[in-house]
Nanobody
Framework: HVQLVESGGGLVQPGGSLTLPCVAS????????MAWFRQGSETERQWVAG???????SYATSVKGRFTISRDNAKNTIYLQMNNLKPEDTAVYYC??????????WGQGTQVTVSS
């Protein structure tokens, strides 16, 4: 039973930083491609960043240069380091993992609010 658990969300002022970890269990984590998505109150869920099993990152244009995705296979964890946060980054952030069978697994989400 694959489980993904996000944490680290909260309220931060514009220009601030947050790091979101996502811990996986019940799977061979190193075989899992991982990604972060987000969903605002009035938007559909959008892809933010991804990291492959070969540790290759990719980013949405809106976050490139501000966000960094990384993985630590020894800790079964991925991270989303978010710098220079903007009000439009306010959303529930979800991590997603996909194994070679193609079945997606989602966490429950963590709320990030960027406001002064």
């Amino acid at each position: 039973h694959v489980q993904l658990v996000e944490s680290g969300g909260g309220l931060v002022q514009p220009g601030g930083s947050l790091t979101l970890p996502c811990v996986a269990s019940g799977t061979t984590f190193s075989d899992m491609s991982m990604a972060w998505f987000r969903q605002g109150s009035e938007t559909e869920r959008q892809w933010v960043a991804g990291i492959s099993t070969y540790d290759i990152p990719s980013y949405a244009t809106s976050v490139k240069g501000r966000f960094t995705i990384s993985r630590d296979n020894a800790k079964n964890t991925i991270y989303l380091q978010m710098n220079n946060l903007k009000p439009e980054d306010t959303a529930v952030y979800y991590c997603k993992g996909v194994l070679t069978d193609g079945v997606p697994h989602w966490g429950q989400g963590t709320q990030v609010t960027v406001s002064s």
